[in-house]
């Protein structure tokens, strides 16, 4: 359900569960996902999804191509 259905994702914290690679693969999974709001600058551009727009607190946004 929420791989289909969520366009955004806002991790507003820094717990492991969020940093690991099982989660950085569950949001390449989500096909409707277009923007990752991270609240904590937990992730590196270049391990992300291509194709979203990442916002980290005190980044640029940033399309990720």
Known sequence: FIKD???MVIVHTAHNEFRTKE???FLKECSNLK???DCRNVYKY???PKGIYYL???RPLK???
Do not use: A
């Open 5 to 7: 259905n969520y366009p």
């Open 23 to 25: 989660f950085i693969n």
């Open 35 to 37: 923007v990752l709001f």
């Open 46 to 48: 270049e391990e992300l």
């Open 56 to 58: 980290g607190v005190g």
């Open 63 to 65: 399309k990720l191509k």
